[in-house]
């Protein structure tokens, strides 16, 4: 701990709510260090990182700690004014909440013109961002062949095709040892359909192993998957699915899908961006890699857009139900009846439970980024992720990976691991990415473009080559509804076929990641 001589410094601490008792730093303040918060003036105890907390006034041992106007936790132990407040002195009991239901309903005005993005028009009637080809693996023991494939297409054929994106292959680890029509089962193929469905792919092939729990044929007769939308051009005599064992092995396979996609190329590329109304779209919002400044800028900021896009007639999908625990009575009052309402607390039950088979409980934060970047407790990141839901009424519940179909904003059931919540929204339908980030998340998706907003100016300038907005700018004045503006001009600019920088770097071929909760066999 270092010692220093009192400084005064007018900036530093910011109060978020007027029952808050604790604010924020927007910059390293040193130990001794003289701030002014509103009409309190407050002396540091202990060198406080950015984005940390500082006490305002006396707080006793079982006391609330209060930020956004909420409960947070409680102190273990007697904090002074001045002192850092972080997990050595604050525990993470959840607060009883009261659960209203459909008493803060807000919906945004619409927005009174008609915008477009230029997408593309796929032959069943949906609307795309980019137009890739897509392998589909339905087994870990298939996904080296649908590698194989990808990478012999991408080396001889891709740059004959100038409106074709890319061939990705979307693999993962599991398919088998797990129940037959079982609810991950059933998980899985949900996830996989979403994305040979998706608008974002422009032809796809599946290929099993042959004897995996996950039939390849069960997801093409389940979920109805024709190739390029059941069009007319489409090669009747060519095949959707292939399984290795059938075919003859894996060179076989191989040979067989670049010949069955050699055909298909030509068409997925006649294609050409058009107008589409934005209520076309669907944008999933992320955070990750979080910081104290999430809730607090980026969040909020694309809580603006949200409400945008929804003034549109557009979809804005929340997830992370983990992440949302300890705020989820805020969103109930937001819910547009009460059943909208009960099923997030479904949700919430449902984990509460799976945590406790497992040992564990979710009223933690476990990230250790999370702590690093000022968040305490589970509830304070929850209080700022629910930002990014804006203010619009919730519209519906959805379970995960299941097809988006309602309009406003929406809420899709997810862990809180960051590759399997975008895999469960994107397979949903979502065509672009909001990802939020105060760490620095590198995260890309491929098929649907990701936005990365940084939370804070020092972490956006050394990681230029990866953040495509700054919020932090927002700490220094810049108001969030124009930051909010301006993520929601680059959702358009995106859509309609601007790169991002995870996309320049060609992130996204690893980042498809189903979730399994349950056991595997």
């Given at each position: 701990?270092t010692q220093s001589?009192?400084t005064t410094?007018?900036?530093?601490l910011l109060?978020l709510?007027?029952?808050d008792?604790v604010?924020?730093t927007?910059?390293?303040?040193?130990?001794?260090?003289t701030?002014?918060?509103?009409?309190?003036?407050?002396r540091?105890?202990?060198d406080?990182?950015?984005?940390?907390?500082?006490?305002?006034n006396e707080?006793?041992?079982g006391?609330?700690?209060i930020?956004?106007?909420?409960i947070?936790?409680?102190?273990?132990t007697g904090i002074?004014?001045g002192e850092?407040?972080?997990?050595?002195?604050v525990?993470?009991?959840k607060?009883?909440?009261?659960y209203a239901?459909?008493?803060?309903?807000s919906?945004?005005?619409p927005?009174?013109?008609?915008q477009t993005?230029?997408g593309?028009?796929r032959?069943?009637?949906?609307?795309g961002?980019?137009?890739?080809?897509?392998?589909?693996s339905t087994?870990?023991c298939?996904a080296?062949?649908?590698?194989?494939?990808?990478?012999?297409?991408?080396?001889s054929?891709?740059?004959q095709?100038?409106?074709?994106?890319?061939i990705i292959?979307?693999?993962?680890?599991?398919?088998?040892?797990l129940a037959?029509?079982?609810?991950?089962?059933?998980?899985?193929?949900r996830?996989l359909?979403?994305f040979a469905?998706h608008?974002?792919?422009?032809?796809?092939?599946v290929l099993?192993l042959?004897?995996?729990t996950a039939?390849?044929?069960h997801?093409?007769?389940?979920?109805?998957?024709?190739?390029?939308?059941?069009?007319?051009?489409?090669?009747?005599?060519?095949?959707l699915?292939?399984n290795?064992?059938e075919v003859?092995g894996v060179?076989?396979?191989?040979?067989r899908a670049?010949?069955v996609?050699r055909e298909?190329?030509?068409?997925?590329?006649d294609?050409q961006r058009?107008?589409i109304?934005?209520?076309?779209l669907k944008v999933?919002m992320?955070?990750?890699?979080s910081?104290?400044?999430?809730?607090i800028?980026?969040?909020p900021a694309?809580?603006v857009?949200?409400?945008?896009l929804?003034?549109h007639?557009a979809t804005?999908?929340l997830?992370?139900?983990?992440?949302?625990?300890g705020?989820?009575?805020m969103?109930t009052?937001?819910?547009?009846?009460?059943?909208?309402?009960e099923?997030?607390l479904?949700?919430?039950?449902?984990?509460e439970?799976?945590a406790a088979?497992?040992?564990g409980?979710?009223?933690n934060?476990p990230?250790v980024?999370?702590k690093?970047?000022g968040?305490t407790?589970?509830?304070e990141k929850?209080?700022?992720?629910?930002?990014?839901?804006?203010t619009?009424p919730?519209m519906a519940?959805?379970?995960?990976?299941e097809?988006?179909?309602?309009?406003g904003?929406v809420i899709?059931?997810?862990?809180?691991f960051?590759p399997?919540?975008?895999?469960g929204?994107v397979?949903g339908?979502a065509?672009?990415?909001v990802?939020?980030?105060?760490r620095?998340?590198?995260?890309g998706?491929?098929?649907?473009?990701?936005?990365k907003?940084a939370t804070n100016t020092?972490?956006f300038?050394r990681m230029?080559?990866d953040m495509?907005?700054?919020?932090?700018?927002?700490?220094?004045?810049?108001s969030?509804?124009e930051?909010g503006q301006q993520?929601?001009d680059?959702i358009i600019?995106t859509a309609?076929?601007?790169?991002?920088?995870?996309e320049?770097q060609?992130i996204g071929?690893?980042?498809?990641c189903?979730w399994?909760?349950?056991?595997i066999?």
């Amino acid at each position: 701990m270092t010692q220093s001589s009192p400084t005064t410094d007018y900036k530093a601490l910011l109060v978020l709510h007027p029952d808050d008792n604790v604010a924020v730093t927007t910059q390293f303040l040193p130990q001794n260090a003289t701030c002014v918060a509103g009409s309190l003036s407050v002396r540091t105890r202990a060198d406080v990182p950015p984005g940390h907390k500082v006490a305002l006034n006396e707080i006793d041992t079982g006391a609330p700690v209060i930020k956004y106007g909420q409960i947070i936790g409680y102190a273990t132990t007697g904090i002074q004014a001045g002192e850092w407040v972080h997990v050595h002195n604050v525990v993470a009991t959840k607060p009883g909440l009261d659960y209203a239901f459909s008493t803060q309903i807000s919906h945004p005005a619409p927005s009174g013109t008609e915008q477009t993005f230029l997408g593309f028009r796929r032959r069943n009637g949906t609307a795309g961002t980019r137009n890739y080809v897509a392998i589909i693996s339905t087994v870990n023991c298939s996904a080296t062949t649908a590698k194989y494939v990808a990478k012999e297409l991408s080396d001889s054929d891709l740059s004959q095709f100038r409106n074709i994106d890319g061939i990705i292959p979307l693999v993962h680890k599991s398919g088998c040892a797990l129940a037959f029509d079982g609810d991950d089962h059933r998980q899985l193929n949900r996830t996989l359909a979403g994305f040979a469905n998706h608008p974002n792919i422009g032809a796809v092939i599946v290929l099993g192993l042959g004897c995996e729990t996950a039939q390849a044929t069960h997801l093409e007769r389940e979920h109805g998957l024709v190739q390029l939308g059941g069009a007319s051009d489409a090669p009747a005599d060519q095949p959707l699915v292939l399984n290795i064992q059938e075919v003859g092995g894996v060179r076989k396979t191989v040979a067989r899908a670049v010949e069955v996609l050699r055909e298909l190329l030509p068409i997925a590329n006649d294609v050409q961006r058009v107008p589409i109304p934005v209520s076309e779209l669907k944008v999933a919002m992320e955070c990750g890699g979080s910081d104290g400044n999430s809730g607090i800028t980026a969040n909020p900021a694309v809580g603006v857009a949200s409400d945008m896009l929804v003034a549109h007639g557009a979809t804005s999908i929340l997830s992370e139900t983990p992440e949302i625990y300890g705020a989820e009575h805020m969103l109930t009052r937001r819910a547009i009846n009460r059943e909208v309402g009960e099923a997030l607390l479904d949700r919430i039950h449902w984990w509460e439970e799976y945590a406790a088979k497992h040992g564990g409980s979710i009223d933690n934060n476990p990230s250790v980024g999370n702590k690093n970047g000022g968040l305490t407790t589970i509830y304070e990141k929850s209080l700022g992720a629910i930002a990014k839901g804006g203010t619009s009424p919730l519209m519906a519940v959805y379970r995960y990976a299941e097809p988006v179909t309602q309009k406003g904003f929406v809420i899709m059931d997810s862990p809180g691991f960051d590759p399997a919540s975008i895999t469960g929204k994107v397979a949903g339908g979502a065509q672009v990415v909001v990802f939020t980030t105060g760490r620095g998340s590198c995260y890309g998706c491929k098929p649907s473009p990701t936005i990365k907003v940084a939370t804070n100016t020092p972490m956006f300038e050394r990681m230029r080559d990866d953040m495509d907005i700054n919020a932090g700018v927002i700490l220094d004045g810049t108001s969030v509804e124009e930051v909010g503006q301006q993520i929601f001009d680059r959702i358009i600019a995106t859509a309609s076929g601007q790169p991002t920088l995870s996309e320049l770097q060609g992130i996204g071929d690893e980042e498809f990641c189903p979730w399994f909760p349950g056991p595997i066999f």
